[in-house]
């Protein structure tokens, strides 16, 4: 197979041509591309077998293809088999058979099994009579239909997997943009028919394969804007094809940020700014919880709101262009004090030291615990993800529990897709819990409706979330609704276990700090050094904590931001007395 290359690395719409016999294979790429050239990449394979590859490669990539030129005597594949292959990647693709005189009849009978455009007899000369008026009409005709290319990523998984939705978060979490196509649509399976992963022995192509069918297929495949298809990639896979740094560049460093929402940010961009070698470590994507806030409202200098998701990309390229380098998958597991270097192990194993870390973890959403929840987890159950799912929620009937700010936010959000939100509240107030202008707003939006005294405690579904048991605190009755998506915002823990042996951290597992480690005046216990705990220092010293993960912290963003700008004065303070 030999294609011309794209210019300017732009992708030109192909005209795909393929016939076994090398000469004429040359001929007819000859022709067309002194035609066609400038504007079209023509590409020519001499079977159908390669042909075929070249056209899911081009697939893959997003590449359009408009018209295909197939020889009808080809000896492993004819050109109707061709045709026929073909048309499963390039249904809209215009189709040219080439046939010898003899072979008329086949052509004919072509027109009707693979819809033909058009058959042409050889020798085809000259083309300007034969040929290029042919093609011509062709390309007209495809041009007048919309085939826009797609250039981004691509996702193809099924609709109610939950790996497919953890892919579909954290793509969108780390601010890559992609297409998502169901399984079992047509244009999604012919990407997995490019990528290998469905074959006529997994399925029929009428939505028969997919998580039910009897071949289970392997989703999701992501197909990157090179035309690499990943299946079923884990995050740390996705997050190198996508161009995130994964691996720190040294072994020391004079400061580890461990966590990249507002906290672990805010630490990044002072850190590096003022000169410390830095390296933030975020175990998913960075922009913590922040990240998932719809908008933003209360953060100062932005009167209009901001989403978190905008911010947080800023604050990730501020700190980069400081110097900084931003980790993704990368989840710490444990620190070492190793005299005064402090050691952050990651869960594969490796480790990088430094002078010293700031703990920025944040918490993490708490579990609801109540049957069939966790079954349905990424099934149309959702902790957070408001924005990745707002699409699929049109016209759906949408419950989301929890009572604070940042469920008050999704159900915002999610009205303007959504038939109706309903806000499940435990408690017999919104005001309670709230901020007074997101009460406001909720009460002007007619599709949300908030049922107080009510509690979420069952979830039934087959494969997806189908219907809720919902419980009215005051008076014990209970009913079922039917809902297909619950989004869930109840608070959060700080995932500090690993922890456990090293700092002090109150009884529901945040860090203490500071003054608060004081008990009458003590110094903490194994504290060694002759000067109390800087404000954020935690019981180790040189390990400070700013943020969520913080015991008595305010759990706002420009709290978060602060902490970690103050931490990364205290690490100087730290330093200058090393
Ligand atoms: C939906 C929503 C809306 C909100 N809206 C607002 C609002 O409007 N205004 C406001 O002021 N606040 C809002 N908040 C609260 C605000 O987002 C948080 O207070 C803030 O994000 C806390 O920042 P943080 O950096 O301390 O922690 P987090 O944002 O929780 O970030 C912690 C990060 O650390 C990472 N991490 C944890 N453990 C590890 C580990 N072991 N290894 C590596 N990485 C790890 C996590 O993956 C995470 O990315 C909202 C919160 C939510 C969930």
Redesign the pocket.
Known sequence: MTATAPENGTARTAILTVDDDPGVSRAVARDLRRRYGQEHRIVRAESGDSALEALRQMKLRGELVAVILADYRMPQMNGIEFLEHAMDIYPAARRILLTAYADTGAAIDAINVVDLDHYLLKPWDPPEEKLYPVVDALLDAWLGSDHRPVPETKVVGHRWSARCSQVREFLARNQVPYRWYNSDEPEGQRLLRAAGVLTDDSGDTNGASGPESSVPLRLPVVVTPDGDALVEPADAELAAKVGLATTPSKDFYDLIV?????????AAVYGASEGLRTVL???????????????????LGFPDGVS?AQLTDRARRQAAKFGAEVLTT????GLDINGSARTVRFADGTAIDAHTVIL??????RQLRAPGLDDLTGRGVYY?S?LTEATACRDQDVYIVGGA??AG??AVYLSRQAKSVTLLVRSPSLEQSMSYYLVQQIEQIPSISVRTCTEVIEAHGEGHLESLTLRNTANGASEIVPAQFLFL?IG?AP?TD?LADVVVRDPRGFVVAGPDLSIEGERPRGWQLDRQPYHLETSVPGVFV????RAE????????VG??AMAVMLVHRYLERL
Not at 258 to 266: E, H, N, Q, T, Y
Request: aromatic share 6%; charged share 15%.
């Open positions: 461990i966590g990249g929402g507002p906290a672990g940010l805010g470590v975020e175990r998913t994507a960075t922009g913590g919880q922040a990240g998932q806030s719809s908008r933003i409202e209360n953060y978190g990368r989840d710490v597991i920025a973890t944040g918490v993490s959403y957070g408001a700010n940042s936010q999704a915002f959060g995932l690993w700013a943020g969520d993960a912290s305010a759990k706002r963003v420009a709290s978060a902490e970690g």
